[in-house]
């Protein structure tokens, strides 16, 4: 299977703590997206690449997240000191520059902040 | 800011035709509108993009007026597993990169 795969699916962690998420796109798409996805409610956009460039973050990406994608391949997510606000689902997205709309997307990561 | 608005649900028996209407707002001119549907516990996945007049693939059309404020994703023949969340997706007026999803409409489809 090429498609987008995420890891890990579920994530429980404690109020404070630090998490990473992992995403690995389809190999010959050079923008990558993440969305935040709470119950209920439409994916809200994050932040993407376009290969290792960050170009766009939206204002709900707080100086307590961050995301990289060294190499233009993979792409992680860290939320420090996690709030239990930041539970919801966490949405990694691929496309190709010509196609961007068209955006292909792993099964999420579910993250539960107790 | 490109704002979306969708009915929040709506209800069908199989076999009907679905039509599933988005009204849309400070969209970029010149980007394409795109549906997606969402099982629970999955990610999105792409169903039809267009930029106006209609469209049609293998599983939906897609109605787009002229003056591109709305566009209608028509579901031909629905069965129980069209039973899902559907989301139109626009671009940004100011940002063509930044995709907004809509509120999203839960389809129930009974037999």
């Known amino acids: 299977d090429t498609g987008v795969s995420q890891d890990p699916r579920h994530k429980i962690t404690k109020r404070g703590q630090n998490v990473t998420f992992r995403c690995d796109p389809i190999?010959?798409?050079?923008?990558l997206y993440w969305y935040r996805q709470t119950l209920g409610q439409g994916p809200e956009f994050l932040t993407y690449?376009?290969?290792?460039?960050?170009?766009?973050k939206s204002r709900l990406l707080s100086d307590r997240f961050s995301a990289e994608r060294p190499k233009g391949s993979f792409s992680t997510l860290e939320i420090q000191r996690t709030e239990q606000g930041d539970s919801a689902m966490y949405l990694c997205?691929?496309?190709?520059?010509?196609?961007?709309?068209?955006?292909?997307f792993g099964a999420g990561t579910r993250l539960s902040v107790l | 800011l490109a704002k979306t608005t969708q009915p929040i649900s709506m209800d069908s028996y199989e076999g009907q035709e679905v039509n599933i209407t988005c009204s849309h707002n400070?969209?970029?001119?010149?980007?394409?509108i795109t549906w997606y549907q969402q099982f629970p516990s999955q990610g999105p996945r792409f169903i039809i993009q267009?930029?106006?007049t209609k469209v049609t693939n293998e599983v939906a059309s897609l109605f787009i007026p002229a003056d591109r404020k709305s566009s209608t994703l028509s579901l031909p023949r629905v069965s129980l597993s069209d039973t899902a969340v559907y989301y139109c997706?626009?671009?940004?007026?100011?940002?063509?990169?930044?995709?907004?999803f809509g509120t999203g409409t839960r389809l129930q489809v009974f037999p």
């Open positions: 997706l626009v671009g940004d007026s100011y940002n063509t990169d930044k995709l907004i």
């Open positions: 267009g930029y106006k």
């Open positions: 997205a691929s496309s190709s520059r010509a196609a961007k709309n068209i955006q292909y």
């Open positions: 190999s010959e798409h050079n923008r």
């Open positions: 690449f376009q290969n290792e460039a960050q170009l766009e």
């Open positions: 400070n969209i970029a001119t010149n980007d394409y």
